[in-house]
C-alpha cells in the first residue's frame, strides 16, 4: 500500500476543511523513502487517514487527489476525466462554432496540478507536479478512450512547468496521433494555435467570455490591445465593428501570428496595425486618441515573494493607461497572478486612477470563464482578476 505522511498537530484542521494543499511545514514526520511524485496515504497526528495525494519536494508538500482512502489508478483518472467532458458538455462548448475550451482546470476538476486544454482536434496535456506527470500517458489513454475520434492527436507540453528541482529528464511530444493542423474555432473566429512553442498550452483560453464583451463595446470605437500576444482581443475587436485597432506585443513571433490570426477572419485589414514594441515604452509615446485600451499583461507575480513589486507594476501599468486614455474611455485591466488577491488587484488600480488623477468607475468585474471551475474549498484558484473601468 502506500507510504505515509504525518502530519503536526493541530495542522490537519485546513485538510478537514477540504483544502487540496499541504504545505512542508505541516509535515511531522514521513516514511524515509518517499519519492518526489508517489501517491501518499497522510494521517493525523492521532493515525487517522485524511488523505491521498502526490508528494513534492517544496513548499505544497502534497497536493490532495481524494479525502476517500482509495486506490489512485487509471480507473480514478477515468472517472475524473469523464465528469469533467460532463461538465463542459453541460456548459455547452463543444459546438460548430466553438472548438477551443479547457477540459481539465486542475484544482476545480479534482485534478491537482493537471491542465488538459482543446484545440479542435487536438488535446495538449500540461503537468505542474511530478505525480502527474509520472501518470502523463494513463492520462492520455484515458482521454483517448473517452473523446475517441474526436481527438487527432494529444500533446504533452510541461517543459516550462514542472519543477526544477525535480532533474527531470524528458521531453514535451505526442503521445497519441500526430497533427499538422494548428487553427481551432472559438465563438464562430478562427485563431492559430502554436501548442508547439507557444506560451502556456498555445492560447489563453481564459478569457474567452471577456474577448467577447469586449466585441460589444467595440462598434466604431479605436481600440488598443497591450500585451496582445496572438490577438485574441484584438480579434474580436474588430468582429465587433471597431474602427481602428492596434496590437502590442514585445514578441516579434507574437505579433507575427497577431497578423495571421486577423487575416485568417477579416477580407479587409486595414483597420488592424501591429507593433512589436515594449509596452511600458508604446503608452509613454502614444499620440492617438484610443477609446479602448486592454491591458493583459503576464504574471507579475508566479509566487508571494514577488507580491510587492508585481503590486507596483500594476499600479505603474493602469497609471499609464488612465492618464492616456480619451475622455469617457474604457479600460479592460487584468492580472492572472494567482498570488494577487482581487482586492490587491482592486487596490492598485486604485492606487493608479489616484495617480492620474482622474475620476474613474468600474463597469464590470471580470473573472476566469465556467470552464476554469474554481473549488470553492481552493481560493487559490480564482486567478484571473479584471476590471472594466470608464474614466472621465
Known sequence: ??????????????????????????????????????????????????????????????????????????????????????LRLRLNLLREDNTIFRLV??????????????????????????????WRKVIAESLHEQMGNQLECIYYKSDQTLPFKAELEFESGYLYGESKSNVAMENGLKFTIDWLKGQKTGFFVDQRDNRRLLEQFSQ????????????????????????????????????????????????????????????????????????????????????????????????????AAISKIKKGGIIFTFSCSQAVSPEQFRTAVFTAAARANRFVRILCQLHQPADHPVNIYHPEGEYLKGLVLYVE
Open 1 to 86: 500500500m502506500y507510504k505515509t505522511i504525518f502530519l503536526k498537530r493541530g495542522k490537519e484542521a485546513s485538510v478537514r476543511r477540504y483544502h487540496p494543499w499541504i504545505f512542508s511545514g505541516a509535515i511531522a514526520r514521513m516514511d524515509s523513502d518517499v519519492a518526489e511524485g508517489e501517491v501518499v496515504r497522510v494521517m493525523d497526528a492521532e493515525g487517522n487517514f485524511l488523505a491521498v495525494g502526490h508528494y513534492q519536494i517544496g513548499s505544497i508538500a502534497v497536493r490532495i487527489l481524494s479525502f476517500d482512502d482509495i486506490e489512485i489508478d487509471k480507473a480514478f483518472f477515468s472517472s475524473r476525466i469523464h465528469n469533467a467532458i460532463q
Open 105 to 134: 482546470h486542475g484544482e476545480g476538476d479534482g485534478l491537482p496540478a493537471l491542465v488538459i486544454d482543446v484545440y479542435d482536434k487536438i488535446a495538449v496535456i500540461q503537468a505542474h507536479s511530478v505525480g502527474m506527470h509520472m
Open 220 to 319: 466604431g470605437k479605436k481600440v488598443l490591445n497591450m500585451f496582445c500576444y496572438t490577438g485574441g482581443f484584438s480579434v474580436y475587436a474588430m468582429r465587433g465593428g471597431a474602427t481602428l485597432v492596434h496590437s502590442v506585443d514585445s514578441s516579434s513571433r507574437a505579433i507575427e501570428i497577431t497578423d495571421a490570426n486577423i487575416a485568417l477572419n477579416f477580407k479587409d485589414t486595414s483597420a488592424h496595425q501591429s507593433f512589436s514594441c515594449d509596452a511600458f515604452r508604446f503608452m509613454a509615446d502614444m499620440t492617438e486618441d484610443y477609446d479602448i485600451i486592454v491591458l493583459d499583461p503576464p504574471a507579475f507575480a508566479k509566487h508571494r515573494d514577488a507580491l510587492h513589486n508585481a503590486l507596483k507594476g500594476y499600479a505603474r501599468l493602469n497609471a
